[in-house]
């Protein structure tokens, strides 16, 4: 049964995702665009993913909902000083649209 008529994902498509190891759907439809045009999909995704019941994912979030970092991974490290905290960041904007500059921020008083 197809769960997103927009790019013809089926039930199936989901769980096979799910099953290695996407457990949201922003994670669903990063692999495969379900729930990423109309949107009509999204809550029968979610009730596919139900509660996340044996997903890695949400396992290893903490209590307050941040991700605990496993033991190959590393804290991440402070940015280099020359960089502002509060500055705004450079973006590079995608092929075929036009730059739009950045506007400048007063600091708060």
């Known amino acids: 049964m197809f769960v ?28 495969c ?20 019941a044996g997903c890695t994912t949400r396992d290893r979030l903490d209590p307050a909902g941040v991700a605990a ?5 590393s804290a991440p490290e402070a940015a280099p000083e020359s960089v502002p905290a509060s500055g705004p960041a450079e973006v ?6 036009p730059a739009v500059p950045a506007s400048p921020v007063a600091p708060a008083a």
Do not use: M
């Open 4 to 31: 997103c008529s927009c790019f013809g994902i089926t039930e199936q498509q989901v769980k096979q995702h799910a099953d290695s190891g996407r457990c949201t759907p922003r994670q669903i439809a990063s692999a």
């Open 33 to 52: 665009k379900a729930g990423t045009d109309c949107g009509s999909c999204v809550k029968r995704i979610q009730a596919l993913l139900g509660r996340g």
């Open 92 to 97: 590079t904007p995608l092929p075929g649209t």
């Open 69 to 73: 970092p496993g033991p190959a991974e």
